[in-house]
């Protein structure tokens, strides 16, 4: 079993900045894959980035790339995304899970956290 907590979302004003956090406690994630997902209200959860526990690479969404980082901090057991220059389409509730590999597809993941509303005001 793995329990994910995040935390970081809230209201911010577009080209604002979040950081959001996934705590990850229960077992040993060296050989998973983290991942970031949103949903907006009446849309599907989307792929947002995912990174390596072991060797720390990454993968991001078009929609995001350039302006989103992931990263993961091994000793806290803790992956984060850095959110800059956000827009309002960018408003969703934030998910991390965990899986085997880098799957963009959110049906490949076995654990999930609660999620954090992120809303990005025009």
């Known amino acids: 079993q793995v329990q994910l907590v995040e935390s970081g979302g809230g209201l911010v004003q577009a080209g604002g900045s979040l950081r959001l956090s996934c705590a990850a406690s229960?077992?040993?994630?060296?050989?998973?894959?983290m991942g970031w997902f949103r949903q907006a209200p009446g849309k599907e959860r989307q792929y947002v980035s995912l990174?390596?526990?072991?060797?720390?690479?990454?993968r991001y969404a078009n929609s995001v790339k350039g302006r989103f980082t992931i990263s993961r901090d091994n000793a806290k057991n803790t992956v984060y995304l850095q959110m800059n220059s956000l827009k309002p389409e960018d408003t969703a509730v934030y998910y991390c899970a965990v899986a085997r590999d880098f799957y963009s597809d959110y049906s490949r993941y076995a654990y999930w956290g609660q999620g954090t509303q992120v809303t990005v005001s025009s």
């Open positions: 229960g077992r040993t994630l060296s050989d998973y894959v």
């Open positions: 990174i390596s526990w072991n060797s720390g690479s990454t």
